[in-house]
Antibody, heavy 121, light 106 residues
Framework: EVQLVESGGGLVQPGGSLRLSCVAS????????MSWVRQAPGKGLEWVAN????????YYGDSVKGRFTISRDNAKNSLHLQMNSLRAEDTAVYYC??????????????WGQGTLVTVSS | DIQMTQSPSSLSAFVGDRVTITCRAS??????LNWYQQKPGKAPKLLIY???SLQSGVPSRFSGSGSGTDFTLTISSLQPEDFATYYC????????FGQGTKVEIK
């Protein structure tokens, strides 16, 4: 059974940092791109970042570019999101999700339960 | 950047009703369109990928259609467990979701 379990969320002051983690099980982690997607309270879904199989390619949404860093450790089946210079508008539930490629496109087929990040003084 | 416009933002329907949600892209995205269902406090769940392919395990009352810029998610006979928020998402370029459609009980 595929499982994605996030951790690391919490309360942080504006300008602070936080590192989220996602541990994967039930599939060959190194064979899949992975993503972070977030959802502000009462709002819609927003893609945050993608990372390729071996971490050689990383992509970010404009709102987090230069502040967040996605990484992975295939030996530990884990995905991370280092969040620096946090702002109030980064307050959200952060989900890790598995990317499934087919033909020339893709979708997110498995999601974690999410971890809440609150940026407030 | 491609923009995604989903409508309506909310709707009320009876159990058994046929429900249609639309999603429009600002430029052609071919069939690179996915649909997700999200219930309160839960992670999104994939329903439809590639505009019209039903994800394994998803009931057949859900269907998707469209290509290019105009897409539709249809629930043929709404069930109590279908009351949720639905999102379209384009995978043609930078990932982007529609604003969501909340389906409520009438």
């Amino acid at each position: 059974e595929v499982q994605l379990v996030e951790s690391g969320g919490g309360l942080v002051q504006p300008g602070g940092s936080l590192r989220l983690s996602c541990v994967a099980s039930g599939f060959t982690f190194s064979s899949y791109w992975m993503s972070w997607v977030r959802q502000a309270p009462g709002k819609g879904l927003e893609w945050v970042a993608n990372i390729k199989l071996d971490g050689s390619e990383k992509y970010y949404g404009d709102s987090v570019k230069g502040r967040f860093t996605i990484s992975r450790d295939n030996a530990k089946n884990s995905l991370h999101l280092q969040m620096n210079s946090l702002r109030a508008e980064d307050t959200a539930v952060y989900y890790c999700a598995r990317v499934y490629w087919y033909s020339s496109s893709w979708y997110w087929d498995y999601w974690g339960q999410g971890t809440l990040v609150t940026v407030s003084s | 950047d491609i923009q995604m416009t989903q409508s309506p933002s909310s709707l009320s329907a009876f159990v058994g009703d046929r429900v249609t949600i639309t999603c429009r892209a600002s430029q052609s995205i071919s069939s690179n369109l996915n649909w997700y269902q999200q219930k309160p406090g839960k992670a999104p769940k994939l329903l439809i990928y590639a505009a019209s392919s039903l994800q394994s395990g998803v009931p057949s009352r859900f269907s998707g259609s469209g290509s290019g810029t105009d897409f539709t998610l249809t629930i043929s006979s709404l069930q109590p467990e279908d009351f949720a928020t639905y999102y379209c998402q384009q995978s043609h370029s930078t990932p982007l979701f529609g604003q969501g459609t909340k389906v409520e009980i009438k």
